[in-house]
């Protein structure tokens, strides 16, 4: 019988060593130029896997979660269902919804497994996401569940402060997102590229929100935004990147999402975290079928165990997810999700403002303020 893992050393050894530094994604490689090599790699899984005879049913996620999640999960879904092999591909929220739009004609994802719900309101309303509800909707808070049963959230994701812990102090990092403005800062800040970021458009979202709460026009918000940019020595392409180069400390301080930076820190890279003073923006992580799916009776047994109560508290255990259902016993969860709540503010955002808005002020930004803050330091790279 075929082996997924076989079949992933093989296919990095069919189209290149080049493929092997970037993130793989069991028998799926991915980083900004590898996109295009999805059609390939598909094509490469389901010969080995015929050829090798292996029946059973492919289930192709698309999600940012990263290898930790993504690997646990895989595992232990086909442990449950052994007529199944999952096969997931690793990128960007926006990078998924963008891949879905494109193969909207042709899909060759099953589940959309991670973003924001207002990245996934768009997708419901381009058509890409299937309805669908799971046994466990009521216990997402109504503003968790799509409209139509078109996607639910599956976990609430802190955007958080990060520093690189062996050159600062906790008390000496930015204690607030006003504070990533001090001239102390300039050169020394790195920020994930934000169009393919979901955590980082919804930073960005609430910076504009609330410029126009406070002046009812958005060009404070992009003002602030242009005097970060200021600050920014580099967008850098990915997040595990984004990690590094702060551990290296070519940056000092960023803004990334809350897992991402407990599993690092469990891992022993010196990160260190600060909740902003003024609210932390809490995503409502969304998980759904793709419109279109070939393996519609899969995708839907994935998404009813991904929110089941075994499921999310492994996620909270094992690779430090906060749940989104609210109706898990307080004593079945670790104790770090007590203490995060217990530290953080959740910020005021208007989620619906910025699905509707949200890829407007991304053009807007683009356009007139990457790269051209004072001093025009920020870059991708």
């Known amino acids: 019988m075929w082996n997924a893992e076989w079949g992933m050393r093989n296919v990095s050894t069919i189209v290149g060593p080049r493929l092997r530094d970037s993130t793989w994604v069991r028998g799926i490689p991915h980083s900004a130029f590898l996109i295009p090599c999805l059609f390939l790699c598909l094509a490469l899984l389901a010969l080995a896997a015929s050829c090798g005879g292996d029946k059973r049913t492919p289930l192709v996620v698309y999600s940012p979660h990263g290898r930790d999640l993504l690997t646990l999960f895989a595992h232990r879904f086909e442990q449950l269902h052994p007529d199944v092999v999952v096969h997931w591909l690793d990128m960007g929220s926006q990078e998924v919804h963008d891949r879905l739009r494109s193969e909207r004609a042709n899909p060759q994802a099953d589940v959309w497994f991670g973003g924001p719900g207002t990245i996934f309101a768009r997708a419901a309303r381009d058509s890409l996401l299937q309805p669908f509800r799971p046994a466990w909707a009521d216990a997402i808070a109504p503003h968790g569940r799509g409209p139509g049963d078109a996607y639910f959230a599956a976990y609430l994701t802190p955007a958080v402060v990060v520093y690189a812990a062996e050159a600062l ?57 242009r005097r970060l940019d200021a600050q920014t020595k580099e967008y850098v392409l990915n997040g595990q990147l984004l990690d590094q180069k702060i551990v290296r400390q070519e940056g000092l301080v960023t803004i990334w999402d809350l897992p991402d930076i407990l599993l690092n820190k469990r891992d022993g890279l010196p990160l260190g975290v600060v909740f902003a003073k003024s609210g932390t923006p809490v995503i409502e992580d969304a998980i759904a079928i793709v419109r279109g799916t070939r393996h519609r009776a899969a995708a839907a047994a994935f998404v009813e165990w991904v929110g089941s109560g075994e499921a999310q508290l492994l996620a909270a255990r094992d690779v430090y997810r906060l749940p989104a259902r609210r109706d898990l016993p307080v004593d079945s969860l670790p104790a770090w999700v007590r203490e995060v709540n217990g530290a953080m503010k959740v910020a005021d955002v208007d989620w619906d403002l910025l699905a509707a808005q949200g890829d407007a002020w991304m053009r807007h930004w683009d356009e007139t303020v990457r790269g051209k803050g004072e001093g025009g330091r920020g870059r991708s790279r």
Not at 172 to 191: F, M, S, V, Y
Not at 194 to 212: D, H, N, Q, Y
Request: charged share 30%; glycine share 8%; no cysteine.
């Open 169 to 225: 102090t906790a008390e000496q990092a930015p204690q607030d997102w006003d504070d990533l403005l001090d001239p102390r800062w300039e050169g020394k800040i790195l920020i994930r590229d934000p169009l393919a970021s979901g955590t980082m458009r919804a930073v960005w979202g609430m910076i504009i929100e609330r410029g126009l709460k406070a002046t009812r026009d958005t060009a404070a918000g992009f003002q602030w935004l």
